[in-house]
């Protein structure tokens, strides 16, 4: 149930299935109820906690959508695309989890790629084989190396150290594969030479809204004289002319428009005409002092441009610039509060690195955002993958109640001797047992299960080797779901987001992920374990 989401007989999914196996080994008394709460790691709980509330406000701040384009930025076709993906969702994935980035991108790069008339197949491929590659250079980049951090006592720094150059080999051997397997599909560039598209041309919101006739630009033409009018409705009459030529609808739009005009013009000259009548005010004059008054004449568009002059500022515009000042104020608001939740994710590292508590650190962080998120924490918290926590606790019970059986050790004492990590045979047939449990009883419970016998097997060769062996257990358990889509939950993310894309669906099969999922897989960890095993 953990690797096959649905089973025929009973779909009740992952969580359920591990929960399920828990509730087994108590009811059938494998496992006391005392052990199986003891058995429940709460320091993992709390740093998958932790690091899911950051990861959720770093979305909130814009995080993932800075990445997103900057996939795009200045692109210089296909490949270099590709290449772009690989890069920003390993090194996303190490920050921020593997499973969020597949989330969050998913989506926008099957967006680029229909927009530019691209294969999403290997974009989609090189987002999962990426992140899950990306993802295995921190304790925070995926659930199984958090567990290996905890149980291991590695630091951040001594773990991003042993792995982070094997990462980085690794995602441009992935990349390499990727173009040189998609080369000939890839080459397809949009629109050769000569066959640019013809349609219509597409004009962006801001150059439409711009060009707007709105009421303070028409009064304007209301406050001028009659005669005037002549030397305004000229140039909107050769303007509407020369916007006719390309469109038979906008010909005729612009022939009304003309008659309309020249019907107001004609208009406007009649009410002059027989109002223009000269209108006598008394206004004192200050060199008499006195009642003496002069007489003075206005004609009626004298008049009107006066009245106009005179009026106090429309509330409509008094409006507008407290709204501008409002919207000023609430950018730099959301400014400030993003640059908040930059630091504070920046601190967080920082903390890691210097090898402080990574559960503790990770809770404190994330109630540090959701105190000065100034808000109820509700929204918030209902994003959190409860599902996924709860999963944890199920599957520390089903494992500990295995190991109790004692067919674990049984099966470990006949590989034991002949996978140790001071040979090279011994380390090509443990990534061999690591990858195949990988991906038949999925990464967590493989590291649960081999964990402490690697490490136990290492730690009777030297203490160097046992810190050794633990990398090796997490290189290789994460590299090993990109063998098939069932292998890790990123993939089976990236496939389930592009199907459900609403206009960007895309059907990624087991056979085609498979297809390049083996031999990816099997380079990309054979080079990796050269470095591993060098540090």
Known sequence: MAVFP?????????????????????????????????????????????????????ERADMFKYLGNLLSWKSRGSKDLLFRVCIVSAFA????????????????????????????????????????????????????????AVESGISFGQFLLGVFPAMIVGVLTNAAILLLYFWKYLSVEKDQEGGQPTGPEVV?????????????????????NPDDMDCVSEPIIRSNSVSTTGNENLRSRSINSEADIQLAIK???????????????????RRDEGASSRKFTRTASQQRSVIIEDLAPSPEINGEKEKETEVAEKRWKVLVWKTAVYLITLGMLIALLMGLNM????????????????????????????????????????????????????????????????SAKGVALLAVVILILSNVASNVPTVLLLGTRVAASAASISHGSERKAWLILAWVSTVAGNLTLLGSAANLI??????????????????????????????????????????
């Open 359 to 422: 559960s503790w650190t990770a809770i404190t962080a994330a109630l540090v955002l959701l105190a000065l998120d100034f808000t109820d924490a509700q929204a918030c918290l209902e994003k959190v993958s409860y599902s996924l926590l709860i999963f944890f606790c199920g599957m520390f019970i089903t494992v500990d109640g295995f190991n109790k059986t004692g067919i674990p050790n049984t099966l470990w004492e006949l590989v034991e001797p002949y996978s140790r990590i001071d």
């Open 6 to 58: 649905t089973v025929p007989f009973m779909p009740v999914g992952r969580t359920a299935g591990s929960l399920l196996g828990a509730m087994l080994m108590v009811l059938f008394r494998v496992i006391s109820p005392e052990d199986a709460y003891a058995a429940i790691d709460l320091p993992i709980i709390g740093l998958l906690f932790g690091t899911m509330v950051v990861s959720i406000f770093l």
């Open 204 to 224: 962006a919101d801001d150059e439409v809204t711009s060009h707007r006739f709105t009421p303070a630009r028409m009064s304007h033409v209301s406050s001028l």
């Open 267 to 285: 208009s406007l000259r009649a009410s002059s005409m027989s109002h223009e009548m000269v209108e006598v005010s008394t206004v004192p004059d």
């Open 93 to 148: 994935s190490a920050l921020f989890t593997n499973d969020t980035c597949c989330v969050v991108l998913t989506e926008f790069i099957l967006k680029v790629a229909r927009q530019n008339n691209l294969p999403p197949q290997p974009f989609l491929l090189a987002l999962a084989t990426s992140s899950n590659i990306g993802s295995a250079a921190t304790p925070i980049g995926n659930p199984q190396n958090l567990v290996i």
């Open 494 to 535: 990236v496939c389930e987001q592009a199907r459900r894309a609403q206009f960007f669906g895309y059907n990624l099969t087991f056979w085609s992920h498979l297809r390049f999922g083996v031999p990816s897989t099997i380079i990309v960890t054979a080079i990796g374990l050269l470095i591993v095993i060098s540090y």
